[in-house]
């Protein structure tokens, strides 16, 4: 049996919103970029969404539209997708990793508060690296594996030093948090967040990402931003700032929204194949695997195990491609080990145990919203086959 690591979720609305966008003379922009925004308004409760070509375009216009930039730092987590940080570079400021918590592998509320403490002091009103002069301007928390992230603990610690918080909700469409009792979609709680939607995303466009924010001025900056720099008001060859062609074609914004209709489905779905696995998988000794805590629903990203030696890892995920079983070490190496930014940032080996540690023992398993009961039959007793035969 072959056990793909992800496969995309489609519907059958798909092929007729697709064909009312050809049989339309608006395949580029129009009516489905609305639709497909409204409806994402909708099922995430945010004021404002603005559709973009990825979800790296979409993380880099909120940096934009915030304003940061060279001479800035942004706190986020080196467990993550390298778009997370590429996105604060990309503007010349700077990344500053904190560590990430043991249970979810979220950026560690406490690591990010210990080096606000220790890093920082006030000067004109702004937080200053004590070391290198730059201007903290936000945190960006990942809501990784699409497990929410200790919000409440980073919106007080966002007003305490007056930070902004950029949530990169990539892989988190329909994942909730109860915050003092209120349901919230993670990606709605900072001052912006993104999703993603690439094919192995819970909901995909084939590529593209999208902005919610509850701001109208980030709004009409992200707005001008992803369509060169135009404003709503200007005429078409007016440009009022530097932009980019960051827009979501109507073909991607049909398929997506023939998916958004769906997400209730889709979480639950992708929830008792979770449970499932973890049904499966619970007596293996020399595993960890993921759990959820009260305050959260998760629309699950990924399904990761956590092996307790880290040797024996690869090895099993050698032993499971031989049986047609696809697997991901999701992430190693972490952000600031990757080559390129060896090369540019000032961290070694060692800077992020957890990190480090997490990613040597992780593996990703085959997880989509349509897998089927035999394939997770299928990769559970070859998991056994394989721990059993390579202790
Ligand atoms: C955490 C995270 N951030 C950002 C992105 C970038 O999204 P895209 O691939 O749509 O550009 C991804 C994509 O996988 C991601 O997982």
Redesign the pocket.
Known sequence: MHVPLSRPYKTEEAIDYIKDVLSSPYVSSGPYINRFEESIKKVSGARYAVSCS????A?HILIKSLNIGENDDVITTPF??I??SNVILYEGANPVFCDVEERHLNLSYDRVKDCIEKDYAWKNGKLQNKHTGRILQAIMP?H?YGYPAYMKGFKDLAQRYGLKIIE?A??AFGSYIYIDGKKQMAGTIGDAG?Y???AN?QITTG???VIVTGERKIMDDALSLRNQGRSLSSKWLIHERIGYNYRMSALNAALGLSQVEHLPKVIEKRRSAFYRYNQLLGDIDEIELFTEEDHVKTNWFVYIIRFKKAELRDKVATYLKEKGIETRPYFDPPLHLQPAYRKILPYKEGDFPISEDASRRVLALPFFTGIKEEEQIYVSKTLKEAIGKLL
């Open positions: 990825s979800g790296t375009a993380l993550s997708f778009a997370t990942v990784i990169d990539a892989e993104v993603a939607f690439y995303k590529e593209g990402g």
